[in-house]
């Protein structure tokens, strides 16, 4: 598309301008609210539009009175599901009117009559939006949405707060989440400066501020400089030394003020040497002085307030930040010098979008989008930019243009596992790949050369659909170009890490609508090991105690090798078809041998890994001793698919055929002492600040209960009827009651990449084959080597 000469007014916008298809503005013809925030230079828009996409359900079969030997378990379907997504776009106001027209021809089903507008330029433009759009302008206080998007993006985005390390190998250094955002101060640089403490999610109060702000900058700066755009003053002052300027504390004493504690190098006058010096300054320098001059006064500022308040977090947003990276080490610098280290100069990835989240919140109130969870969509989001102006210089051409971030509802809040032992201090994430840049340059390439395979698997997975292969083109593109923008700018989407190089994939793959490419593989898997399931618990029951738990933890083990997304495995799980579970045994390396018997835990909760072997052969054996012994347990598996790990929904059916097999189970799901749960995440790694407020499965055999007819039954065989009921506890508040005392968490993605660090508050097994060479070797093993790591906390 490309716009016209601006009219009615506003003539100077002029530029004409390229959307791309299906990446700027998407999903408009189901558009339902907007909001707007319109500032000097950059407009904000969002809004909320209903996605339809594919998921993959599976449900069991009637399998009553024939022979199941060659039919499949169960039936795999792929139906449209709606969901609600939140998009904000950010591009230049000199586009505006091409973007509004845009925006008017491609509204078809929007319910709203109104558009929430805030900023400096709502006023101006509100005829040229009414007069676009049809909607009606309503404004909204500036601070009041700032501190509403401020937030939503600190509740709802893990890797948003930053703090910034001009010198440092990683120039982003991303903050843990606090469970508890409040209180913190705000500290907004627009003309003026703004200082805001926030204690509750509506209530702040403004407690300073100074005139001299990012408008001062401008205005001296355009008349020391004669320039008069503020993206090259900066330009111009990164460029420049403030020290021929600026009058030193050596230059006045000769050295450093020892009596004060002041080093040589500091500012004793800003444009102190202007004074004496008969030359003329450089543009470059003088603007340089004249950005630590306003920095300084603005970090001392805030100190000060932080101090009197006792604070420990300040947020900078507004325009003199957004992004710069000569404006954000200014401000660090001044808050380190004035804090003595103590406090840390923190910055927002979306800042330049709070204004316009806020007002869209404002506007959505009725519809309380703060009940639920929600998560950014890799696949539909810029990501941060590189504040390096010689690095990836086209995509920062791009992102000056437009910029986007999308955001997806989550089915349920998501809240912190109650067993961890200090959630402020729990980083899920066992390698960063921001800072080793080793591991970064494996672990990308790694991704790379696997793309390929992924995309033929995710085409095979839908042979009766004619697309099928064109999607999957689009998708390995689109992955491609994520892990190119990676390479260059590791920090884009917050910290690099193994879990959220999986999750872009699996959000790339859901965009091309490939819910779950595995779909038929686990299928088949889980057919094949059900039918040895028998002949695995009578090997074991042959044995004694102590040869049991050895033969237990060892199948635990070899269940684990069957993973899709290691290739090592892949390929071998596709050149010898023949390969399974004995042979999978025999592949282990390391396993030492001592047992000790202990007392009964309380309550197990398990986080599962694989469908097929892992969890028929592997998982549910171990499930059958812990039974025995009197232990309840707790069976979590993923909410979606991602690989080949097991789902909640394929879980049910696969429990209820071991149940018809064994006793043991049969009696625990009658008796409510196996209960299985979904842990919210659609990942193949865990993170446990992020477990789900989730429905709970009781399942109940039909002998002897009543069974409650209701829409949530779900009939898994006609013969044998289990119910499912949808109780409103999550798997959080279950931990809780059952008095989890054991946590076993299965898989590379669960105990290596993620979690091999966490620290709970009752007794853990994290448990893994190893099954990439590279990391192997890092960790001074072999291929197929073992991870069983038990720990008890101290007490």
């Given at each position: 598309?490309?716009g016209?000469?601006?009219?009615?007014?506003?003539?100077?916008?002029?530029?004409?301008?390229?959307?791309?298809?299906?990446?700027?503005?998407?999903?408009?013809e189901?558009?339902k609210?907007?909001?707007?925030?319109?500032?000097g230079?950059?407009?904000?828009?969002?809004?909320?539009?209903?996605?339809?996409?594919?998921?993959?359900?599976?449900?069991?079969?009637?399998?009553?009175?024939?022979?199941?030997?060659?039919?499949?378990?169960?039936?795999?379907?792929?139906?449209?599901?709606?969901?609600?997504?939140?998009?904000?776009?950010?591009?230049?106001?000199?586009?505006?009117?091409?973007?509004?027209?845009?925006?008017?021809?491609?509204?078809?089903?929007t319910?709203?009559?109104?558009?929430?507008?805030?900023?400096?330029?709502?006023?101006?433009?509100?005829?040229?939006?009414?007069?676009?759009?049809?909607?009606?302008?309503?404004?909204?206080?500036?601070?009041?949405?700032?501190?509403?998007?401020?937030?939503?993006?600190?509740?709802?985005?893990?890797?948003?707060?930053?703090?910034?390390?001009?010198?440092?190998?990683?120039?982003?250094?991303?903050?843990?989440?606090?469970?508890?955002?409040?209180?913190?101060?705000?500290?907004?640089?627009?003309?003026?400066?703004?200082?805001?403490?926030?204690?509750?999610?509506?209530?702040?109060?403004?407690?300073?501020?100074?005139?001299?702000?990012?408008?001062?900058?401008?205005?001296?700066?355009a008349?020391l400089?004669?320039?008069k755009?503020?993206?090259?003053?900066?330009?111009?002052?990164s460029?420049?030394?403030?020290?021929?300027?600026?009058?030193?504390?050596?230059?006045?004493?000769?050295?450093?003020?020892?009596?004060?504690?002041?080093?040589?190098?500091?500012?004793?006058?800003?444009?102190?040497?202007?004074?004496?010096?008969?030359?003329?300054?450089?543009?470059?320098?003088?603007?340089?002085?004249?950005?630590?001059?306003?920095?300084?006064?603005?970090?001392?500022?805030?100190?000060?307030h932080?101090?009197?308040?006792?604070?420990?977090?300040?947020?900078?947003?507004?325009?003199?930040?957004?992004?710069?990276?000569?404006?954000?080490?200014?401000?660090?610098?001044?808050?380190?010098?004035?804090?003595?280290?103590?406090?840390?100069?923190?910055?927002?990835?979306?800042?330049?979008?709070?204004?316009?989240?806020?007002?869209?919140?404002?506007?959505?109130?009725?519809?309380?989008?703060?009940?639920?969870?929600?998560?950014?969509?890799?696949?539909?989001?810029?990501?941060?930019?590189?504040?390096?102006?010689?690095?990836?210089?086209?995509?920062?051409?791009?992102?000056?243009?437009?910029?986007?971030?999308?955001?997806?509802?989550?089915?349920?809040?998501?809240?912190?596992l109650?067993?961890?032992?200090?959630?402020?201090?729990?980083?899920?994430?066992?390698?960063?790949?921001?800072?080793?840049?080793?591991?970064?340059?494996y672990?990308?390439?790694?991704?790379?050369?696997?793309?390929?395979?992924?995309?033929?698997?995710?085409?095979?997975?839908?042979?009766?659909?004619?697309?099928?292969?064109?999607?999957?083109?689009?998708?390995?593109?689109k992955?491609?170009?994520?892990?190119?923008?990676?390479?260059q700018?590791?920090?884009?989407?917050?910290?690099?890490?193994?879990?959220?190089?999986?999750?872009?994939?699996?959000?790339?793959?859901?965009?091309?609508?490939?819910?779950?490419?595995?779909?038929?593989?686990?299928?088949k898997?889980?057919?094949?090991?059900?039918?040895?399931?028998?002949?695995?618990?009578?090997?074991?029951?042959?044995?004694?105690w102590?040869?049991?738990?050895?033969?237990?933890v060892?199948?635990?083990?070899?269940?684990?090798?069957?993973?899709?997304?290691?290739?090592?495995?892949?390929d071998v799980?596709?050149?010898?078809?023949?390969?399974?579970?004995?042979?999978?045994?025999?592949?282990?390396?390391?396993?030492?041998?001592?047992?000790?018997?202990?007392?009964?835990h309380?309550?197990?909760?398990?986080?599962?890994?694989?469908?097929?072997?892992?969890?028929?052969?592997?998982?549910?054996?171990?499930?059958?001793?812990?039974?025995?012994?009197?232990?309840?347990?707790?069976?979590?598996?993923?909410?979606?698919?991602?690989?080949?790990?097991?789902?909640?929904?394929?879980?049910?059916?696969?429990?209820?055929?071991?149940?018809?097999?064994?006793?043991?189970?049969?009696?625990?799901?009658?008796?409510?002492?196996?209960?299985?749960?979904?842990?919210?995440?659609?990942?193949?790694?865990?993170?446990?600040?992020?477990?789900?407020?989730?429905?709970?499965?009781?399942?109940?055999?039909?002998?002897?209960?009543?069974?409650?007819?209701?829409?949530?039954?779900?009939?898994?065989?006609?013969?044998?009827?289990?119910?499912?009921?949808?109780?409103?506890?999550?798997?959080?508040?279950?931990?809780?009651?059952?008095?989890?005392?054991?946590?076993?968490?299965?898989?590379?993605?669960?105990?290596?990449?993620?979690?091999?660090?966490?620290?709970?508050?009752?007794?853990?097994?994290?448990?893994?084959?190893?099954?990439?060479?590279?990391?192997?070797?890092?960790?001074?093993?072999?291929?197929?080597?073992?991870?069983?790591?038990?720990?008890?906390?101290?007490?």
């Amino acid at each position: 598309l490309r716009g016209g000469r601006g009219s009615g007014g506003h003539g100077s916008l002029d530029k004409s301008i390229t959307l791309p298809p299906d990446e700027i503005f998407r999903n408009l013809e189901n558009a339902k609210r907007f909001a707007i925030d319109i500032g000097g230079s950059l407009t904000k828009l969002a809004y909320y539009s209903t996605v339809q996409h594919k998921v993959a359900r599976v449900r069991s079969f009637d399998h009553s009175g024939k022979d199941i030997e060659n039919e499949p378990l169960y039936e795999i379907s792929v139906q449209e599901e709606i969901t609600a997504r939140l998009h904000f776009i950010k591009f230049e106001n000199t586009y505006i009117e091409t973007c509004l027209d845009f925006i008017k021809d491609h509204l078809v089903n929007t319910e709203t009559k109104v558009i929430k507008a805030t900023g400096g330029g709502a006023y101006k433009f509100k005829d040229l939006i009414e007069k676009k759009l049809g909607l009606k302008v309503d404004k909204e206080d500036v601070m009041t949405c700032l501190i509403k998007g401020c937030n939503f993006v600190l509740r709802n985005i893990p890797h948003e707060v930053f703090a910034y390390q001009k010198d440092s190998d990683t120039e982003f250094r991303f903050q843990t989440n606090h469970p508890n955002i409040f209180p913190y101060l705000l500290v907004n640089i627009g003309s003026g400066v703004s200082i805001v403490k926030v204690e509750t999610e509506d209530k702040f109060e403004w407690i300073g501020g100074s005139s001299i702000g990012g408008g001062t900058f401008w205005g001296l700066g355009a008349l020391l400089t004669k320039t008069k755009k503020f993206d090259e003053l900066l330009q111009l002052a990164s460029k420049g030394q403030h020290t021929n300027v600026d009058m030193l504390v050596k230059d006045v004493y000769g050295g450093a003020y020892q009596t004060l504690g002041l080093s040589g190098n500091l500012i004793a006058s800003s444009f102190g040497k202007s004074t004496t010096a008969d030359k003329e300054f450089s543009k470059e320098d003088m603007a340089k002085s004249l950005l630590h001059m306003i920095s300084n006064d603005i970090g001392q500022l805030a100190c000060l307030h932080a101090k009197l308040h006792n604070l420990d977090k300040i947020y900078f947003g507004g325009f003199f930040i957004r992004g710069h990276p000569v404006t954000m080490r200014t401000i660090t610098y001044s808050i380190n010098f004035f804090s003595k280290g103590e406090v840390q100069a923190l910055f927002l990835r979306h800042e330049g979008y709070l204004g316009a989240i806020g007002a869209f919140l404002k506007g959505a109130e009725q519809d309380n989008p703060n009940q639920y969870s929600w998560g950014e969509n890799y696949a539909g989001s810029s990501g941060l930019m590189s504040t390096s102006p010689d690095v990836y210089p086209m995509q920062r051409t791009r992102s000056g243009t437009f910029d986007m971030l999308e955001m997806d509802r989550l089915e349920r809040p998501l809240v912190n596992l109650p067993l961890l032992k200090d959630p402020s201090a729990y980083i899920p994430d066992t390698v960063d790949l921001t800072d080793d840049a080793m591991a970064r340059k494996y672990w990308l390439t790694c991704f790379e050369e696997a793309l390929d395979g992924v995309a033929k698997r995710a085409a095979a997975s839908q042979p009766d659909s004619v697309d099928a292969l064109e999607r999957a083109e689009k998708f390995r593109q689109k992955y491609w170009n994520k892990l190119q923008t990676l390479r260059q700018q590791p920090f884009a989407y917050g910290t690099l890490t193994v879990r959220s190089l999986l999750d872009t994939r699996e959000h790339c793959l859901n965009e091309f609508n490939f819910p779950d490419p595995y779909s038929k593989v686990k299928q088949k898997e889980n057919g094949i090991a059900l039918k040895c399931f028998q002949s695995v618990i009578e090997s074991l029951d042959s044995l004694g105690w102590e040869e049991r738990q050895f033969a237990l933890v060892k199948g635990l083990l070899a269940g684990n090798v069957f993973d899709w997304g290691a290739k090592a495995v892949s390929d071998v799980l596709e050149s010898e078809p023949q390969f399974g579970f004995e042979e999978a045994k025999s592949k282990l390396q390391g396993i030492g041998r001592s047992v000790v018997e202990g007392p009964p835990h309380k309550c197990a909760l398990i986080f599962a890994d694989n469908s097929g072997i892992d969890i028929i052969l592997g998982v549910f054996p171990f499930v059958r001793e812990l039974l025995s012994r009197g232990t309840e347990v707790i069976l979590a598996c993923n909410s979606g698919p991602a690989l080949n790990d097991v789902t909640y929904s394929e879980s049910l059916i696969v429990t209820e055929r071991i149940a018809a097999m064994d006793p043991v189970i049969q009696s625990a799901l009658r008796e409510e002492k196996l209960l299985l749960v979904q842990t919210g995440s659609s990942s193949p790694c865990l993170d446990l600040r992020y477990t789900g407020k989730v429905p709970i499965c009781y399942l109940v055999a039909w002998s002897g209960f009543k069974v409650v007819p209701s829409p949530t039954m779900f009939y898994v065989n006609h013969k044998t009827l289990y119910h499912f009921s949808r109780l409103d506890k999550g798997l959080a508040v279950l931990v809780r009651e059952r008095k989890t005392d054991l946590v076993i968490i299965e898989g590379m993605g669960r105990a290596i990449h993620t979690n091999y660090y966490a620290a709970l508050k009752c007794e853990s097994l994290k448990l893994a084959v190893i099954k990439n060479s590279w990391l192997a070797d890092r960790l001074g093993g072999k291929i197929f080597s073992v991870i069983f790591k038990y720990e008890v906390p101290c007490k």
